[in-house]
């Protein structure tokens, strides 16, 4: 299996363009987040869902939204991206949503100019 | 509100010295704790968590809910083991999945 897998790896980005990072774990894992990385800051979490159909804000949502269709896909999107969104994306997945261990894809690095 | 503190941003030992890499946590309820590792270039990955009670890698971690910490220790550190570690509460159910700053481990030849 492939684990949980993200897309583009990379990318630049010009700023108040939108994107859409890619998120599919094979897993049927219940549960999926998104987190930031940033120097100095961990990881922080932006939003995440319980179970496919629901979704909630993490704890730093401004500017992303996401959906979750079905299971196996978790997208974040950039609506009108600026440079503080610049920054290294983690998707996880997890069993169900209670302290359950969280498997992490491979990141995806963004750059906002 | 819940909160991970890694008071250390960047630790550096000798290969063979014992280390200790800090995690506090402030938490209302009863805490699930883990400690995942970054090795460069790498993803994420669990090193351990405090329900296993586990050793991995020679590394151990004990919760101490008086002093409300999950230090994780070795007693004798590898090269291998420069990384970035990362202390977290993951109580994921009500999204309060909280990650410390990190603290990057260096271990010297």
């Known amino acids: 299996t492939a684990g949980i897998t993200q897309a583009p790896t990379s990318q630049i980005l010009a700023a108040g363009r939108s994107m859409t990072l890619r998120c599919t774990q094979d897993m049927r894992h219940n549960a999926m987040y998104w987190y930031r990385q940033d120097l100095g800051l961990g990881l922080r979490l932006i939003h995440y869902s319980n179970t496919a159909g629901t979704t909630g804000k993490g704890e730093v949502p401004d500017g992303y939204s996401v959906s979750r269709a079905n299971t196996d896909e978790f997208p974040l999107t950039l609506a009108s991206a600026v440079p503080s969104q610049t920054s290294v994306y983690f998707c996880?997945?997890?069993?169900?949503?209670?302290?359950?261990?969280?498997?992490f894809g491979p990141g995806t690095r963004l750059t906002v100019l | 509100a819940q909160r991970v503190t890694q008071p250390e941003k960047l630790l550096s030992v000798f290969k063979g010295a014992p280390v200790e890499l800090k995690c506090n946590y402030s938490y209302s309820g009863s805490p699930e704790l883990f400690w995942y590792v970054q090795y460069s270039r790498q993803r994420l990955q669990l090193l351990l968590r405090h329900i296993s009670r586990e050793s991995i890698k020679g590394f151990t971690a004990d919760l101490n809910k008086g002093e409300t910490s999950f230090h994780l220790k070795k007693p004798f550190a590898q090269e291998e083991d420069s990384a970035m570690y990362y202390c977290a509460l993951l109580k994921s159910g009500a999204g309060k999945s909280t990650f410390g700053d990190g603290t990057t481990l260096t271990v010297k030849p």
């Open positions: 996880a997945s997890s069993t169900s949503g209670e302290g359950d261990t969280q498997y």
